[in-house]
Protein backbone atom coordinates (compact mmCIF):
# COMPACT_ATOMS: atom_id res chain seq x y z
CA UNK A 1 0.00 0.00 0.00
CA UNK A 2 1.37 3.56 -1.15
CA UNK A 3 2.43 5.79 1.24
CA UNK A 4 -0.12 9.10 1.70
CA UNK A 5 3.22 11.55 1.84
CA UNK A 6 4.88 13.25 -1.25
CA UNK A 7 7.91 11.20 -2.55
CA UNK A 8 11.59 13.29 -2.84
CA UNK A 9 10.74 13.47 -6.44
CA UNK A 10 7.56 15.14 -6.28
CA UNK A 11 8.83 17.65 -3.76
CA UNK A 12 11.32 18.54 -6.24
CA UNK A 13 9.00 19.11 -8.79
CA UNK A 14 6.78 21.31 -6.97
CA UNK A 15 9.83 23.33 -5.51
CA UNK A 16 10.70 24.07 -9.43
CA UNK A 17 7.38 25.14 -10.54
CA UNK A 18 7.76 27.44 -8.07
CA UNK A 19 11.04 28.94 -8.43
CA UNK A 20 9.64 29.10 -12.31
CA UNK A 21 6.76 30.83 -11.14
CA UNK A 22 8.44 33.29 -8.64
CA UNK A 23 10.89 33.94 -11.69
CA UNK A 24 8.49 35.14 -14.29
CA UNK A 25 6.88 37.28 -11.71
CA UNK A 26 9.91 38.99 -10.97
CA UNK A 27 10.76 39.51 -14.25
CA UNK A 28 7.36 40.66 -15.11
CA UNK A 29 7.70 43.23 -11.86
CA UNK A 30 10.99 44.19 -13.11
CA UNK A 31 9.77 44.83 -16.37
CA UNK A 32 6.72 46.96 -15.21
CA UNK A 33 8.22 49.11 -13.29
CA UNK A 34 11.29 49.79 -16.23
CA UNK A 35 8.58 50.20 -18.47
CA UNK A 36 6.88 52.85 -16.24
CA UNK A 37 10.19 54.75 -15.32
CA UNK A 38 11.08 55.64 -18.78
CA UNK A 39 7.39 56.48 -19.32
CA UNK A 40 7.63 58.85 -16.70
CA UNK A 41 11.39 60.25 -17.89
CA UNK A 42 9.31 60.52 -21.00
CA UNK A 43 6.71 63.24 -19.50
CA UNK A 44 9.30 64.95 -17.27
CA UNK A 45 11.43 65.90 -20.30
CA UNK A 46 8.20 66.68 -22.28
CA UNK A 47 7.23 69.21 -19.51
CA UNK A 48 11.32 70.74 -19.20
CA UNK A 49 10.94 71.18 -22.62
CA UNK A 50 7.77 73.15 -22.17
CA UNK A 51 9.49 75.38 -19.79
CA UNK A 52 12.52 76.01 -21.13
CA UNK A 53 10.14 76.84 -24.37
CA UNK A 54 8.37 79.61 -21.84
CA UNK A 55 12.08 81.08 -20.78
CA UNK A 56 12.79 81.29 -23.75
CA UNK A 57 9.53 83.88 -24.90
CA UNK A 58 10.64 85.42 -21.68
CA UNK A 59 14.04 85.86 -22.75
CA UNK A 60 14.66 85.18 -26.52
CA UNK A 61 17.08 82.46 -25.62
CA UNK A 62 17.80 78.82 -24.07
CA UNK A 63 19.45 78.53 -21.09
CA UNK A 64 23.39 78.76 -21.64
CA UNK A 65 24.67 75.34 -21.22
CA UNK A 66 27.25 76.63 -18.50
CA UNK A 67 26.97 79.23 -15.54
CA UNK A 68 30.00 80.62 -16.51
CA UNK A 69 27.97 82.59 -19.18
CA UNK A 70 26.98 84.75 -16.03
CA UNK A 71 29.83 85.11 -14.79
CA UNK A 72 29.99 82.22 -11.99
CA UNK A 73 33.53 81.18 -10.91
CA UNK A 74 34.43 77.92 -9.51
CA UNK A 75 32.49 75.16 -11.20
CA UNK A 76 33.73 71.74 -11.86
CA UNK A 77 33.99 69.89 -14.67
CA UNK A 78 30.55 67.71 -14.49
CA UNK A 79 27.10 68.10 -15.11
CA UNK A 80 27.32 72.06 -16.07
CA UNK A 81 24.52 71.56 -18.47
CA UNK A 82 22.09 70.51 -16.09
CA UNK A 83 23.18 72.82 -13.46
CA UNK A 84 22.79 75.82 -15.52
CA UNK A 85 18.99 74.78 -17.02
CA UNK A 86 18.19 74.15 -12.69
CA UNK A 87 19.52 77.30 -11.92
CA UNK A 88 18.09 79.43 -15.05
CA UNK A 89 14.47 77.78 -14.58
CA UNK A 90 14.65 78.22 -10.89
CA UNK A 91 15.92 82.11 -10.60
CA UNK A 92 14.56 84.78 -9.15
CA UNK A 93 15.90 87.26 -11.11
CA UNK A 94 14.58 85.88 -14.10
CA UNK A 95 11.11 86.06 -13.44
CA UNK A 96 10.41 83.31 -10.94
CA UNK A 97 9.79 79.20 -10.94
CA UNK A 98 8.76 78.45 -14.31
CA UNK A 99 9.57 74.30 -13.70
CA UNK A 100 9.79 72.73 -10.26
CA UNK A 101 10.38 68.78 -10.64
CA UNK A 102 7.69 66.33 -9.38
CA UNK A 103 9.36 65.90 -6.36
CA UNK A 104 12.31 66.92 -4.53
CA UNK A 105 13.87 63.89 -4.97
CA UNK A 106 14.85 64.78 -8.74
CA UNK A 107 16.64 67.18 -7.45
CA UNK A 108 20.32 65.92 -6.66
CA UNK A 109 23.95 67.29 -6.26
CA UNK A 110 25.84 64.08 -8.18
CA UNK A 111 28.84 66.26 -8.01
CA UNK A 112 29.05 67.52 -5.34
CA UNK A 113 29.64 71.08 -6.25
CA UNK A 114 28.97 73.87 -4.46
CA UNK A 115 29.46 77.95 -4.66
CA UNK A 116 30.26 80.33 -2.03
CA UNK A 117 27.07 82.27 -3.23
CA UNK A 118 23.51 81.91 -5.00
CA UNK A 119 24.97 82.34 -8.83
CA UNK A 120 21.52 83.25 -10.51
CA UNK A 121 19.07 84.07 -7.22
CA UNK A 122 17.72 80.58 -7.40
CA UNK A 123 15.01 80.02 -5.15
CA UNK A 124 16.82 76.44 -4.10
CA UNK A 125 18.78 78.41 -1.59
CA UNK A 126 19.05 81.89 0.46
CA UNK A 127 22.75 81.89 1.29
CA UNK A 128 25.98 79.52 0.86
CA UNK A 129 27.65 77.53 0.31
CA UNK A 130 24.99 76.98 -2.67
CA UNK A 131 24.56 73.80 -3.84
CA UNK A 132 24.67 73.23 -7.74
CA UNK A 133 21.86 71.35 -8.16
CA UNK A 134 20.69 68.51 -11.58
CA UNK A 135 17.54 67.82 -12.75
CA UNK A 136 17.86 63.54 -12.31
CA UNK A 137 15.15 61.51 -14.08
CA UNK A 138 13.30 58.48 -12.95
CA UNK A 139 16.36 56.12 -12.77
CA UNK A 140 18.00 59.12 -11.03
CA UNK A 141 20.77 60.16 -13.89
CA UNK A 142 20.69 63.53 -14.28
CA UNK A 143 19.63 64.69 -17.40
CA UNK A 144 21.83 66.28 -20.42
CA UNK A 145 21.77 69.53 -21.40
CA UNK A 146 23.28 71.67 -24.52
CA UNK A 147 22.64 74.74 -25.86
CA UNK A 148 22.58 74.70 -29.96
CA UNK A 149 24.97 77.09 -30.22
CA UNK A 150 27.57 74.82 -28.78
CA UNK A 151 26.51 71.42 -30.52
CA UNK A 152 29.98 71.93 -32.91
CA UNK A 153 32.28 72.83 -30.99
CA UNK A 154 31.20 72.07 -27.27
CA UNK A 155 33.75 72.84 -24.33
CA UNK A 156 34.52 69.92 -21.94
CA UNK A 157 33.38 70.93 -19.35
CA UNK A 158 29.96 70.97 -20.96
CA UNK A 159 29.80 67.59 -22.26
CA UNK A 160 31.57 65.80 -19.09
CA UNK A 161 28.74 64.25 -16.87
CA UNK A 162 28.77 62.18 -13.49
CA UNK A 163 25.88 60.17 -13.36
CA UNK A 164 26.81 58.32 -10.38
CA UNK A 165 28.81 60.03 -6.55
CA UNK A 166 31.25 57.72 -7.28
CA UNK A 167 31.28 56.71 -11.21
CA UNK A 168 33.67 58.03 -13.47
CA UNK A 169 33.18 60.46 -16.23
CA UNK A 170 31.40 60.63 -19.41
CA UNK A 171 30.89 62.06 -22.18
CA UNK A 172 27.49 63.79 -24.26
CA UNK A 173 27.87 64.06 -28.01
CA UNK A 174 25.19 66.09 -29.37
CA UNK A 175 22.99 64.00 -31.48
CA UNK A 176 23.02 64.42 -35.25
CA UNK A 177 19.71 65.05 -36.97
CA UNK A 178 17.64 63.67 -39.86
CA UNK A 179 17.86 66.00 -43.29
CA UNK A 180 20.01 68.85 -40.81
CA UNK A 181 23.34 68.53 -39.30
CA UNK A 182 21.79 68.44 -35.33
CA UNK A 183 18.73 67.30 -33.76
CA UNK A 184 17.33 70.24 -32.57
CA UNK A 185 19.04 73.12 -34.43
CA UNK A 186 18.40 76.14 -33.07
CA UNK A 187 17.07 75.33 -30.05
CA UNK A 188 18.93 72.79 -27.59
CA UNK A 189 19.15 69.38 -27.02
CA UNK A 190 17.55 67.41 -23.50
CA UNK A 191 18.65 63.36 -22.75
CA UNK A 192 18.39 61.00 -20.50
CA UNK A 193 20.69 58.48 -20.59
CA UNK A 194 18.43 55.85 -20.07
CA UNK A 195 18.00 52.79 -18.10
CA UNK A 196 21.63 51.96 -18.33
CA UNK A 197 22.66 54.87 -17.81
CA UNK A 198 25.34 55.46 -20.42
CA UNK A 199 25.30 58.27 -22.43
CA UNK A 200 24.52 57.49 -26.79
CA UNK A 201 23.26 53.99 -26.09
CA UNK A 202 20.07 52.61 -27.91
CA UNK A 203 18.11 53.29 -24.91
CA UNK A 204 18.56 56.80 -24.38
CA UNK A 205 15.52 58.94 -24.32
CA UNK A 206 15.98 62.12 -26.63
CA UNK A 207 13.71 64.91 -25.92
CA UNK A 208 12.88 65.54 -29.39
Do not use: C
Amino acid sequence: MRSKGFTLLELLVVIVIIGVLTSLVVIGVVTAMRTSKISNTKAMIGTIKGALENYHTRWRDYPPTSLSRYGVKGLNEFNNGNESMVASLSSKSKGGIIYQPPSEEHYRNIDSDQLGKNPTKSYLAETGPYKLFEYVDYFGYPLMYLHHNNYRNPAVSMTRYKFDPSGEAKTFKPVKGTGSSWAMPDKFQLVSPGPDGEPGTEDDIQGF
